[in-house]
T-cell receptor, first 112, second 114 residues
Framework: SQKIEQNSEALNIQEGKTATLTCNYT??????LQWYRQDPGRGPVFLLL?????KEKRKERLKVTFDTTLKQSLFHITASQPADSATYLC???????????FGAGTRLAVHP | DAGITQSPRYKITETGRQVTLMCHQT?????MFWYRQDLGHGLRLIYY???????DKGEVPDGYVVSRSKTENFPLTLESATRSQTSVYFC?????????????FGEGSWLTVV
């Protein structure tokens, strides 16, 4: 069955450093991958989309890579700030809504 | 811009009672979804709807009923609540079925079944 793995342990980093979060998937060939941010007590919010024919996507301090051979996406936040502290969810997807699967998320804590 | 709203935000109910969670979106998005989020499981799709009067099961539909008589509303009903249905429920919407459409989530409904 399809499986998405995100590091269940919280990632603690120092302010100013680069945070790198991992999303691995198995038994699945997504056409795209999205990353969402979720703050405590709130719904997830869309951050970035990367398609299968793209290796890398950037948006301000955010960078996403997508390696379809390794079946992995990496999500980077450069010059991290305490305000970046949240849970980040990955969503590898393809056309059709019957398989809208999300990873369980990785909690990021950026310390001053 | 109200977006997508859920009600109630917090609910405590007893086992066996019927509970309805409401979801309303103001964007006229075609697609709407219900997820539940539990520790260790992440978001799991309960039901989704491609348009008014069109609904389909997701990953965990048992014990839930949905309807969509109007594009903007997508209520989720627990016909006979069980403790295993204690969870946070998120309603979401999306504009099209093109690859990679952004999914917009509501703020969540916290349901406790005692």
């Amino acid at each position: 069955s399809q499986k998405i793995e995100q590091n269940s342990e919280a990632l603690n980093i120092q302010e100013g450093k680069t945070a790198t979060l991992t999303c691995n998937y198995t038994n699945y060939s997504p056409a795209y991958l999205q990353w969402y941010r979720q703050d405590p007590g709130r719904g997830p919010v869309f951050l970035l989309l990367i398609r299968e024919n793209e290796k890398e996507k950037r948006k301000e301090r955010l960078k996403v890579t997508f390696d379809t051979t390794l079946k992995q996406s990496l999500f980077h936040i450069t010059a991290s700030q305490p305000a970046d502290s949240a849970t980040y969810l990955c969503h590898p997807g393809k056309g059709g809504y019957n398989k809208l699967i999300f990873g369980a998320g990785t909690r990021l804590a950026v310390h001053p | 811009d109200a977006g997508i709203t859920q009600s109630p935000r917090y609910k405590i109910t007893e086992t066996g009672r019927q509970v309805t969670l409401m979801c309303h979106q103001t964007w006229s998005h075609s697609y709407m979804f219900w997820y539940r989020q539990d520790l260790g499981h992440g978001l799991r799709l309960i039901y989704y709807s491609a348009a008014a009067d069109i609904t389909d099961k997701g990953e965990v539909p048992d014990g839930y009923v949905v309807s969509r008589s109007k594009t903007e509303n997508f209520p989720l009903t627990l016909e006979s609540a069980t403790r295993s249905q204690t969870s946070v429920y998120f309603c979401a919407s999306s504009q099209r079925q093109d690859s990679g459409n952004t999914i917009y989530f509501g703020e969540g409904s916290w349901l406790t079944v005692v």
